[in-house]
Structure formats: C-alpha cells, structure tokens
C-alpha cells in the first residue's frame, strides 16, 4: 500500500488557487504530525506547513502564512493543504510528510509522499 497518496497539484495563473490532498495508511496516519514541504530547483526542500494532532496546533513558514491552510479529515486518514492567492515563488514540488517528532526538519521525516507539482505562471 502506498504510505502517502498525494493528488490536487498542477498549474495555475497567479491569484489562482489549488487544494492539494495527502490520504494516508492507517499506520502512517498514526503519528506525531503530517506536513508539506515544498522544494524549487534552485532551493533546499523546506517546511510549507504542518500540523500536530494531539496539540491540535498548526504551523505555517512566513512565506505561505495568510494564504495556506492546512487540514485534516482524520475519519478519512487525510490533510489538506488549501492554497490561495498563489504567486510564482510558490512554484515548487510539493511533498506530504509524517513522522513523530516536528515535521519541521527534513532529516527526521519518517514518510514522504512521491511529491506533485505545483506551477505559478506569471
């Protein structure tokens, strides 16, 4: 089965919007937090967002805080990532995270997702 099913990416005029969905494996859905991060060609892979279950506590990078908005369907083992007013800095392949511990540093991450691609055109 396939840890992390990713789907919603594409491309987009500037201002547009997509709803990217990452439906996890009951045993991968079991853990600490699940997150986005985004990677462009000429940049690192970083943290978009995340969120901690038990906290039920959200986290954006100052990048995408205003326009992203990350959620969860835990009856259907999913997060959303909702993006709006999308510029072409947010083009960048997407990719849905799970671990147990922040979903903050690429090293830790447990489970990535095979990444999808999200084009902003000017």
């Known amino acids: 089965q396939v840890q992390l099913a990713e789907s919603g990416g594409g491309s987009v005029q500037v201002g547009g919007s997509l709803k990217l969905s990452c439906a996890a494996a009951?045993?991968?859905?079991?853990?600490?937090?699940m997150g986005w991060f985004r990677q462009s060609p000429g940049k690192e892979r970083e943290p978009a967002a995340n969120i901690h279950f038990s906290e039920g506590t959200t986290w954006y990078a100052a990048s995408v805080k205003g326009r992203f908005t990350i959620s969860q369907d835990a009856a259907k083992n999913t997060v959303y990532l909702q993006m709006d007013n999308l510029k072409p800095e947010d083009t960048a392949t997407y990719y849905c995270?799970?671990?147990?511990?922040?979903?903050?540093?690429?090293?830790?991450?447990?489970?990535w997702g095979q990444g999808t691609l999200v084009t902003v055109s000017s």
């Open positions: 995270v799970a671990d147990s511990y922040q979903c903050l540093n690429h090293r830790y991450v447990e489970v």
């Open positions: 009951p045993d991968v859905y079991n853990r600490k937090c």
